[in-house]
């Protein structure tokens, strides 16, 4: 080989080289552009979930438990969760409280929850409505009528046509956690040494 024909495959190699460089690095560009586009939109998804939907939710639904409780046992002590107990009945005044603080306090909890399932119901995890919140959203609905008929003086209901569902409590803490979690994970916070931690709760009730 002479030394022009050295010379010229010296000169196509280091081209070769430099294309083939400034190739991948174009590649990687792109792919790190690629993945840092669904990383912001996982997390903004996550964020919206918590903050929207899951966060407030969970909030509401658990003040306004602890706050009924402390209501229960101010008003009728030594009587657990059985308020309208047909073998112990409250008497008027207790009756009346029952109205105030349903009014006052948890349908104004109510108002918001049922506003937040409403209004973002496209941050549900699940692909359908779950029944747990769908059992809230009639509970919710159950009260409307009681509400009309304390308005017009008639008192002979005083609680939803249905019971509110505690297995609603649970599920939203699953799915708070569960996204509490997931959020920690896309920003960095979380490592891969608990790998439950990140399952998702549907996945998760299955395996146990």
């Keep these: 080989m002479s030394d022009?024909?050295?010379k010229h495959w010296k000169f196509i190699i280091s081209i070769s080289v430099t294309v083939i460089l400034a190739f991948c690095g174009y590649l990687y560009t792109w792919n790190q552009a690629r993945n840092d586009a669904q990383y912001n939109a996982q997390l903004e998804r996550v964020n919206s979930q918590l903050?929207?939907?899951?966060?407030?939710?969970?909030?509401?639904?658990?003040?306004e438990e602890l706050s009924f409780e402390q209501f229960l046992k101010h008003t009728r002590p030594n009587q657990g969760r059985a308020f309208w107990n047909v073998n112990n009945p409250p008497n008027e005044?207790?009756?009346?409280?029952?109205?105030?603080?349903?009014?006052?306090?948890t349908i104004p909890n109510y108002e918001r929850m049922e506003l937040i399932i409403l209004q973002h119901s496209d941050l549900i995890i699940e692909?359908?409505?779950?029944?747990?919140?769908?059992?809230?959203?009639?509970?919710?609905?159950?009260?409307?009528?009681?509400?009309?008929?304390?308005?017009?003086?008639?008192?002979?209901?005083?609680?939803s046509f249905t019971n509110f569902p505690q297995?609603?409590?649970?599920?939203?803490?699953?799915?708070?956690v569960f996204l509490k979690?997931?959020?920690?994970?896309?920003?960095?916070?979380?490592?891969?040494?608990?790998?439950?931690?990140?399952m998702h709760?549907?996945?998760?009730?299955a395996a146990d």
Excluded: M
Excluded at 139 to 155: F, M, R, T
Excluded at 167 to 176: D, I
């Design 167 to 176: 297995e609603v409590r649970s599920h939203l803490k699953e799915r708070y």
């Design 127 to 159: 692909d359908d409505i779950p029944k747990p919140l769908l059992d809230l959203s009639s509970h919710i609905a159950g009260y409307k009528p009681v509400l009309a008929a304390w308005k017009g003086g008639d008192y002979s209901r005083n609680w």
């Design 181 to 198: 979690n997931r959020q920690r994970s896309l920003i960095g916070l979380v490592t891969a040494s608990n790998p439950n931690k990140l």
């Design 93 to 105: 005044e207790q009756k009346k409280a029952w109205r105030q603080w349903i009014s006052a306090v």
């Design 51 to 63: 903050k929207e939907f899951y966060g407030p939710l969970y909030v509401l639904t658990e003040a």
């Design 4 to 6: 022009n024909d050295e």
């Design 201 to 205: 709760p549907t996945a998760k009730a």
